[in-house]
């Protein structure tokens, strides 16, 4: 089969395209066609090096955990999923089992790929809804999930103010109709370009990247892209008591804000804490829960969207289609 491959440590640039083994399901797992599959940073930083210290990665490395496909063997002890059914979901790679959820790890062989093995018995992957199309079910996948979790973390009331640094990606895109949804001043960072598919996806305000843009007061603070040494600076802006939520691993400490009358939660649901795919599925068909996809790549591009996640500008999901 045709896969999306790294080699060693590096940047995307030298990812290639070439064939390798089908892989095959043992007890437990399910082997899936892969239909379309959606980029993510942890997608480029895994293998880029970026987490060495905490993950020692084995090489040859496919990368890809966003997916939709269709089963087309089911290993022994799997009653969930039969082959043919068409499912998607998100599952990290092997090598982060440390990371995963403890009782149910949603751990795959890498997505970018023509087949992948995933574990079955997971929350994170679901039957793929009729009226959601594979490029859709793939760009909903993780940022849903986590839409889900930052919007049951966060808490958000009718009537708050929420800055969401990092609104123009794929979790961003996707929380700000849901945040929308609850009343509350949905502040977005983006680009004039980008402003008119912020306030069309519930956006009240679309500013700059800069922290001297950040408006002050407010309730909730979102950061779905900055590094550690950036959080104080986005901490300057809540009031005293308000909630800075962040996405980025590893876990902050409380000392980088400082500051210490602001409520620090980082957010890592590998378990489906806050809703599982099912319900990722479910909102993403009603229209609550839209797909944004920005650009598309056949499997032979795979590479150069890998490149294109982080050397370019992106609003939304880049997404491959095998």
């Keep these: 089969m045709k896969a999306v491959v790294a080699h060693a440590y590096g940047p995307p640039e030298q990812f290639t395209v070439q064939e390798v083994p089908v892989p095959r399901p043992g007890p437990g797992q399910i082997q899936v066609r892969i239909a379309a599959a959606s980029l993510n940073p942890t997608d480029i930083r895994l293998p880029g090096g970026e987490y060495r210290a905490a993950v020692d990665l084995p090489f040859p490395h496919i990368p890809g955990n966003d997916f939709a496909g269709t089963v087309s063997e089911v290993g022994p002890g799997v009653t969930a999923f039969r082959v043919g059914d068409e499912i998607f979901g998100e599952a990290v790679p092997r090598a982060m089992r440390a990371v995963a959820d403890p009782s149910r790890p949603s751990l795959s062989t890498g997505s970018l790929a023509e087949y992948a093995v995933f574990e079955a018995d997971t929350p994170l992957i679901a039957h793929r809804p009729a009226g ?4 859709d079910a793939a760009a909903v996948a993780t940022a849903g999930l986590t839409a889900l979790s930052v919007i049951g973390s966060a808490e958000v009331k009718d009537g708050e103010s929420v800055l969401v640094v990092g609104a123009t990606g794929g979790v961003g895109t996707a929380v700000i109709p849901l945040l929308a949804t609850t009343g509350a001043r949905v502040i977005a960072t983006g680009t004039p370009a980008d402003a008119g598919v912020l306030r069309e996806l519930g956006a009240s305000e ?8 950040y408006p002050a007061d407010i309730d909730v603070a979102l950061n779905l892209t900055l590094p550690d040494d950036r959080l104080a600076e986005l901490a300057r802006t809540l009031r005293p008591g308000g909630r800075l939520i962040t996405i980025i691993f590893p876990p902050p400490a409380p000392e980088v804000l400082g500051r210490d009358d602001v409520d620090l939660r980082f957010l890592l649901d590998l378990g489906g804490e806050f809703g599982g795919m099912r319900e990722v599925g479910a909102l993403a068909v009603d229209g609550r829960l839209p797909a944004t996809i920005s650009r598309r790549y056949t499997l032979d591009q795979g590479p150069q969207a890998c490149v294109d996640l982080v050397r370019t500008h992106t ?3 880049l997404v491959v289609t095998m």
């Design 132 to 135: 959601l199309s594979a490029p």
């Design 206 to 213: 679309v500013i700059g990247y800069a922290a001297s843009d």
């Design 315 to 317: 609003l939304g999901k």
